[in-house]
Nanobody, 119 residues
Framework: QVQLVESGGGLVQAGGSLRLSCAAFGSTFSTYDTAWFRQAPGKEREFVAGISWAGGNPQYTDSVKDRFTISRDNAKNTVDLQMNSLKPEDTAVYYC????????????WGQGTQVTVSS
């Protein structure tokens, strides 16, 4: 069992930066692939970025490539999302999720953190 807690969201002007952090509580988190998703009002939840349990193979949705960076520190049980050059369309609730089996099925989710980008 793993509990995920996101932090770092907030209000920022377009062009600014935020760093989201996902803290995991559970001894097996370091063996789980992890990802960030987001959901904007009236839209479906979408994949933003993912990283393997070992910290390799980072993947990004096209709209955030070259602006967002995902990283993890297994010693601290954290996965971060550095978001630069933010745009109003990045406004959403951001969720951290963990995939225990490497099957791209995310069994564990955090409660989400709001990111609002003003124009």
């Amino acid at each position: 069992q793993v509990q995920l807690v996101e932090s770092g969201g907030g209000l920022v002007q377009a062009g600014g930066s935020l760093r989201l952090s996902c803290a995991a509580f559970g001894s097996t988190f370091s063996t789980y692939d992890t990802a960030w998703f987001r959901q904007a009002p009236g839209k479906e939840r979408e994949f933003v970025a993912g990283i393997s349990w070992a910290g390799g193979n980072p993947q990004y949705t096209d709209s955030v490539k070259d602006r967002f960076t995902i990283s993890r520190d297994n010693a601290k049980n954290t996965v971060d999302l550095q978001m630069n050059s933010l745009k109003p369309e990045d406004t959403a609730v951001y969720y951290c999720a963990a995939d225990p089996w490497g099957s791209e099925e995310y069994d564990y989710w955090g409660q989400g953190t709001q990111v609002t980008v003003s124009s």
